[in-house]
């Protein structure tokens, strides 16, 4: 296995309009932003980071990991939380409800790391499943597992393992944006081990 460079640096965070598709899906996530941070913050981490208020309330970005987001919609439209007792009952609209999601979309780790990569990473580095790395050295993320366990980035990340690779800039990351871009560089591996 190679060893390989990451430093701590920051990992810019950045407004939602900088990577949303269209002014729609834009209001929308910032509309579900609202949403949430009005009828649902007080309990539940609702964001990218942080602790839920109501240690009971597990963090939106951590739906994805064990739970359906559109199931999720199905139960605040039909006011069914089955054994969930604890959560209060809502009068919302469809409307309310497609933008909550589209924001709890957004927090999730996958489409999260998706982003951190885009800004800090595809400079150099083929980001998707069938991109070229613009720096011919850099190797292109779905290939990654090829060479060591996605996993072995975390660790590196952390603690700022290095080596030589003078074109590769630092980086600091929080815990939640490591989760994010272990997360998302995971849901695009080849898995061609050769
Ligand atoms: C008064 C506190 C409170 C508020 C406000 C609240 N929740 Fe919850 N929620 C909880 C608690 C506590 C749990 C976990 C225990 C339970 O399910 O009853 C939970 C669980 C959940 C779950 C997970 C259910 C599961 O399967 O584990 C979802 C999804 C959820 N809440 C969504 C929301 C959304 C969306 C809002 C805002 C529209 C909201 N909650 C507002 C307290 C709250
Ligand atoms: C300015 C260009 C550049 C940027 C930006 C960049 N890298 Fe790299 N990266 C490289 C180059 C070049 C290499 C190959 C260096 C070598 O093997 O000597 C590399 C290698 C790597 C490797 C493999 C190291 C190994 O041991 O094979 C990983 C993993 C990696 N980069 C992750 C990242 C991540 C994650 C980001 C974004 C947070 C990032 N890189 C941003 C240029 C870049």
Known sequence: MKKFLLLLGFLSAFPVSAEAQSQSEISAIVHGEGLAKLNCSTCHSIGLSGESPNKDAPAFRTFSSYRSITLIGWELMNKDWGEHRKMPQFQITADQVRDILEWIRWVQPVPHGRRLVQKNCSQCHAIDMND??????????????????????????????????PDMPEYEASPDQITAIIAYLNSIQENVRQ
Do not use: K
């Not at 292109?140 to 690779?165: C, D, K, Q, W």
């Open 132 to 165: 070229d790395s613009a720096h011919p050295a850099a190797i292109p993320f779905r290939n990654i597992s090829v060479f060591y366990p996605v996993e072995a980035l975390e660790e590196a990340f952390a603690e700022g393992i290095m080596t030589g690779h």
